[in-house]
């Protein structure tokens, strides 16, 4: 049974920087690609970024694009998610994802395990 943790959630001004990072309890190779999902309050869980098994492929949402990057380190077991310049609207709990395939990776449903999810916070 795979396990995924998140963590480095927190509350940050307006242009700060936040890295979260998600640890697996299982290989993390074994999951072709790693995806960060973010749901604000009252709205859907829409996909953040994902990356590939080597890295290779990765894919970042447009409301995001140039502020964000997804990486893995698979020694380590976990996927990261830099984000800067980071806006207001940009408030919600994070959850990192694991899918079996990088085929559909934009679907939520490609993915089998989903972390707890981290409470991220832009405020003034």
């Known amino acids: 049974q795979v396990q995924l943790v998140e963590s480095g959630g927190g509350l940050v001004q307006p242009g700060g920087s936040l890295k979260l990072s998600c640890a697996a309890s299982?290989?993390?190779?074994?999951?072709?690609?790693m995806g960060w999902y973010r749901q604000a309050p009252g709205k859907q869980r829409d996909l953040v970024a994902a990356?590939?098994?080597?890295?290779?492929?990765?894919f970042s949402g447009d409301s995001v694009k140039g502020r964000i990057t997804i990486s893995r380190d698979n020694a380590k077991n976990t996927v990261y998610l830099q984000m800067d310049n980071l806006k207001l609207e940009d408030t919600a709990v994070y959850y990192c994802?694991?899918?079996?395939?990088?085929?559909?990776?934009?679907?939520?449903?490609?993915?089998?395990?989903w972390g707890q999810g981290t409470q991220v916070t832009v405020s003034a």
């Open positions: 990356i590939s098994k080597t890295g290779g492929s990765t």
């Open positions: 299982g290989v993390i190779l074994n999951f072709n690609t």
């Open positions: 994802a694991a899918a079996p395939t990088f085929v559909g990776y934009q679907r939520e449903s490609t993915y089998n395990y």
